[in-house]
């Protein structure tokens, strides 16, 4: 006979032989020939020392203890007192009912969507955030959604979470702001066969996500080559000279012949612009000659009537100075005036005229 004692907040197994008997709760117990027993906190997880389905055939034991069954595609999030402890996986778990209060929420991760019930601060948790793949969808994006190579849905901006599994999953983007292309370096003839580079910008937006990224590949590379041909349409139908003075034609030809094929892609075209026309250096060097021959015409016509206009002055002031004596005195001695500052010292003698004088020196004598 052995005495055994079963403290508070335990439980004890007796085997004899190996053999379950009986479960003991708290108290002191006397043991018969060949049993034994084992003591088990009730505060921690029970592990069953032979198979467990033996020991469940006793009532008492089995009404004692939480049995988990967990399957190969299901992880069980465990909870204590409220508070996540574990993620477990694929096995049979077992925990004892009373001093702890247990709660455990299953999850099928062989499919990808998450129970809305499950929040998000739990997905993000340490413990559970490698069984979980996150997408994000930018505000200004939307996205399509591939499952197992199948096109689901369009999502909208946000942050997707879905459990990670060995189904693929892939998302398509598009920025749905309005965007702008580059055109440049574009060589083309004109109808006259004068070798053009041009330069240019497209804007666009993409409207319609589904035409853009499921019946199209690339649209922005063919919404690029749309662009391209049209401008080349275009020039190739006009003349040198007549591209130079209709220039503002190009962008709304271009706008309106790329507008069908834009909607095919899911986009809509708003708006084209030149940036530069560049010309070869032999009609780069001629059309520069041509500007000064201009500019030198023009500069001929302001002088000639410039003076035009001072030789008419000049034949106003004569006329006037004719008719009034006083003006023609007044002319004199602004002339005598500015021939004076010229010269230091001027000497005059007696007590003539001194205008008569003067004019004695300046007027040579007949």
Known sequence: MKKVTINAYQVG??????????????????????????????????LAPIELNILLQD?????????????????????????????LTAGRYTYWKGMVNYNFVKADISKIDIDPSIDRATLLNRLVIGYVRTYSVESSEKAVLFVDGK????????VYYWWKNNIPVMIGKADMRQQQIEINGQEILTKDKAALRINAFAQYKVVDIEKALLQNKDYDKQL???????????????????????????????????????????????????????????VKEIMNQVLVAEKKAQANIIMRREETASTRSLLNTAKLMEENSMLWKLKEMEYVEKIADKISNISVNGNGDLVGQLKQIFVPQK
């Open 151 to 158: 096109y689901q849905k369009v999502l909208e901006g946000g």
């Open 224 to 282: 690029y080559v749309a662009f391209q041909l049209a401008l080349r349409e275009h020039v190739s139908t006009m003349g040198f000279d007549e591209l130079l003075e209709k220039k503002e034609t190009i962008a709304p030809f271009v706008l309106q012949r790329v507008k069908a094929d834009a909607a095919t892609l899911g986009v809509e075209v708003a708006g084209f612009g030149i940036r530069d026309i560049i010309l070869p250096g032999d």
């Open 13 to 46: 197994l007796v085997f004899k032989d190996g053999v379950y008997k009986r479960m003991l709760k708290e108290g002191n117990y006397w043991l018969g020939w060949g049993e034994s027993a084992y003591s088990y906190e009730l505060s921690k997880p029970f």
């Open 59 to 87: 009532e008492a034991l089995a009404e004692a203890l939480i049995v988990v069954d967990v399957s190969d595609n299901e992880i069980a999030l465990q909870y204590e007192n409220g508070l996540l402890k574990q993620v």
